[in-house]
């Protein structure tokens, strides 16, 4: 497993953390997704061999928030 914390802007409250967090989750390789509302960090561990950066990345952009 790999973890890694990416900025996301455009989060504003509880629904939002929900909204990404579940987005994230839905995908094979993703283990785990916590969003801090407070420092706009989600921090996501995740199977490298099952997903990259990239894609962990478009999954937020497609659910409207910015990374
Ligand atoms: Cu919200």
């Not at 509302?37 to 099952?50: H, M, Q, R």
């Amino acid at each position: 497993m790999a973890t890694t914390v990416l900025n996301v802007g455009g989060m504003s409250c509880n629904h939002c953390k929900m909204a990404v967090e579940k987005a994230l989750k839905t995908l094979d390789g993703v283990q785990n997704a916590n969003v801090d509302l407070d420092t706009k960090k989600v921090s996501i561990e995740y199977n490298p061999a099952g997903i990259d950066e990239a894609g962990l990345k478009k999954v937020i952009a497609d659910a409207g928030y910015d990374v």
